[in-house]
Nanobody, 124 residues
Framework: QVDLVESGGGLVQVGDSLRLSCAAS????????MAWFRQFPGKERELVAAIDWNGGSTYYDEAVKGRFTISRDNAKNMVYLQMNSLKPDDTAVYYC?????????????????WGQGTQVTVSS
């Protein structure tokens, strides 16, 4: 079992930055690939960014490429999502997740564990 707790969401203006954090429990965190998803109202969760077990490989959705950066600190059991140049279209609930495998998570894969989500609202 991996427990995930997100933090760092909030209300910001267009063009602002936010850093989301995800704290993970368990000694196996360092072996797991991690990902950030987001969910718009009435829509399914979609993969935003992913990072493999040691940070050597990353994935970004085209909508956030160049603006968002995923990173991890295995010593602290943390994964982060740095979000720059935020747009109103980024407004969503953001979730941290893992499939409890080491390889880079891709769209359509099934996740094993989810956090509770954190709301990001970008106001124009």
């Amino acid at each position: 079992q991996v427990d995930l707790v997100e933090s760092g969401g909030g209300l910001v203006q267009v063009g602002d930055s936010l850093r989301l954090s995800c704290a993970a429990s368990g000694r196996s965190f360092g072996y797991y690939a991690m990902a950030w998803f987001r969910q718009f109202p009435g829509k399914e969760r979609e993969l935003v960014a992913a990072i493999d077990w040691n940070g050597g490989s990353t994935y970004y959705d085209e909508a956030v490429k160049g603006r968002f950066t995923i990173s991890r600190d295995n010593a602290k059991n943390m994964v982060y999502l740095q979000m720059n140049s935020l747009k109103p279209d980024d407004t969503a609930v953001y979730y941290c997740a893992t499939d409890r495998a080491s390889g880079l998570i891709k769209p359509g894969w099934t996740m094993h564990s989810w956090g509770q989500g954190t709301q990001v609202t970008v106001s124009s």
